[in-house]
């Protein structure tokens, strides 16, 4: 499977931007998706994921409230929607996917995501 991640651009602090990652085929049921992201000079960010079959969401403390992760099956896409951005939420996003041959909870270390998209960079002024 291939990734393709969008969405990304300049906005002002406070507004708002849609990600977009787009798989290449069919998601399995038991796949999970994810959105990580990484500011310069920091390392990668576990953001939010989602389950491909029961939509369950995991996402980090900081974005909780402001960003919202969900998936359209139909498209093959998951979307990561993000309102009151911050300078604090520039970054380059990217997104993943779990395989999840084991069937466990959603998970937040990258480490346990198998297959990875180009980041898309957003930028929010203050």
């Known amino acids: 499977v291939q990734l393709q991640a969008s969405g990304g651009g300049l906005v002002q602090a406070g507004g708002s931007l849609r990600l977009s990652c787009a798989a290449s085929?069919?998601?399995?049921?038991?796949?999970?998706m994810g959105w990580f992201r990484q500011a310069p000079g920091k390392e990668r960010q576990f953001v939010a994921a989602?389950?491909?079959?029961?939509?369950?969401?995991l996402y980090t403390d900081s974005v909780k409230g402001r960003f919202r992760i969900s998936r359209d099956p139909d498209k093959n896409t998951v979307y990561l929607r993000m309102d009151s951005l911050t300078p604090e939420d520039t970054a380059v996003y990217s997104c993943?996917?779990?395989?999840?041959?084991?069937?466990?909870?959603?998970?937040?270390?990258?480490?346990?995501?198998?297959?990875w998209g180009q980041g898309t960079q957003v930028t929010v002024s203050s």
């Open positions: 989602i389950s491909w079959r029961e939509a369950n969401t």
């Open positions: 993943a996917v779990r395989q999840n041959r084991n069937r466990t909870p959603l998970a937040a270390p990258g480490a346990q995501y198998d297959v």
């Open positions: 085929e069919p998601m399995l049921s038991s796949y999970h």
